[in-house]
């Protein structure tokens, strides 16, 4: 128990700190058909609004807001972003964003997430469409900016927020 901090995080690449959560923040929302194409597919990008929405929730859970952030004079604009696309999210889908706090340093943070499809009613023409399913997966790194652009240390009561 001495040492609770160092097993709830460890060293990794980059000057950031791996951060274990016990349980992501899970959003929720509906494929609408302005996400789609005309075969009712999901359009790639859209994940990334999904991601956005998902950290959102998460800074929003842990007791702040990303306005509340902006207002101390910070940004969070994302500095890299990756995402594996597994299955299509499809138009009228209900979807899951679970999203949590990867790692951490003095300026960066990054953020995991999976994109779920959510158990939907079958139907006579889907009769499998109830199945949940694992839909993408992705990864966001932010730089902590002061307004003028320049990275800024995050503050350590948001730092400890995110740690939480």
Known sequence: MAN???EQERPSSGGMTKVELA???VSKTRVIY???DTMGVAYYGNYLRWFEMGRSELIRA???TYRQFE???LILPVAEVAAKYLASAKYDD???VHTRVAEMGRVRVSFEYEVWRAEQPATDTEPTR???ELLATGVTVHACLAKDGKPTRIPDDVAALLRR
């Open 4 to 6: 609770a901090k160092a």
């Open 23 to 25: 349980k992501p923040v």
């Open 34 to 36: 302005g996400d789609t």
């Open 62 to 64: 842990k007791g702040m």
């Open 71 to 73: 207002e101390r004079g």
């Open 94 to 96: 209900v979807i899951e």
């Open 130 to 132: 109830g199945e949940r």
